[in-house]
């Protein structure tokens, strides 16, 4: 379990997110939320462990997040970077990996690569965009994290990859009692996926009030975009 108090995110004398409080339940899929530039990405890093922060505190299981080495080996954190050399195969990913993650599963990973039809011998500077998403989400299932941090991961995929890789993560949360917190742009997709959503606005994290709407269609109001506006822009 994952607990935020109040946690504040500063880049300088700017402030990214302030006051931010919530719990992240093990066996569920949560989902972060917000318009571009909003925050979710640091926010993301900062439970991950990966930013400091200014204000505030994150505890795993009572514990502090921060310097936590426990917490790290059993964590894992995607963002739309991915940290692998492009002239590597994901065999050796996969070795490098096993190296550093005690945790790691190489039934799970040969098991995950066989259903995704990727070459594990293959240089995945040749791979698809879309296929070297698949290689770093597999990589980082089979490191058998109990938390697992999800950056935009589905982009660059493909519908029925994206539903492939929904029922892998829905069914890891559940087996593996892990919890998962996950950012998209694919707000339908990502609705159906999670156990609740929260979403950074105006530096705040709230939990979206949708009255019967879905998260689409509440973030679309939210955005103040004139639709009328939009209408009449050609005559």
């Known amino acids: 379990m994952i607990q935020l108090n109040s946690v504040k995110k500063m880049y300088g004398k700017k402030t990214v997110i302030e006051d931010a409080s919530c719990r992240y339940d093990n066996g569920k899929i949560y989902g972060l939320i917000g318009?571009?530039?909003?925050?979710?990405?640091?926010?993301?890093?900062?439970?991950?462990?990966?930013?400091?922060?200014?204000?505030?505190?994150?505890?795993?299981?009572?514990?502090?997040?921060?310097?936590?080495?426990?917490?790290?080996?059993?964590?894992f954190l995607m963002t739309e970077e991915l940290f692998f050399d492009l002239q590597s195969t994901p065999d050796d990913m996969a070795r490098l990996y096993r190296g550093y993650y005690p945790r790691w599963d190489e039934d799970v990973y040969r098991k995950l690569m066989d259903l995704s039809n990727l070459d594990r011998g293959g240089k995945i500077a040749g791979f698809s965009k879309g296929m070297q998403r698949q290689t770093g989400l597999i990589l980082a299932v089979s490191t058998m994290p109990e938390y697992l941090f999800l950056d935009e991961t589905f982009d660059g995929l493909d519908m029925s990859r994206r539903k492939m890789l929904r029922r892998i993560l829905r069914l890891y949360a559940e087996k593996k009692n892990a919890v998962i917190i996950v950012t998209s742009h694919y707000l339908n997709e990502l609705e159906d996926m999670i156990d609740e959503a929260g979403m950074i606005e105006d530096t705040k994290l709230v939990i979206p009030d949708l009255k019967g709407r879905s998260l689409e269609e509440y973030f679309t109001e939210k955005s103040g975009v004139n639709e009328d506006a939009i209408d009449t822009l050609f005559g």
């Open 35 to 75: 318009y571009n530039g909003s925050g979710k990405t640091t926010l993301l890093k900062t439970i991950a462990g990966i930013y400091r922060p200014e204000g505030g505190t994150i505890l795993v299981d009572g514990e502090s997040a921060q310097d936590n080495e426990q917490f790290l080996q059993k964590s």
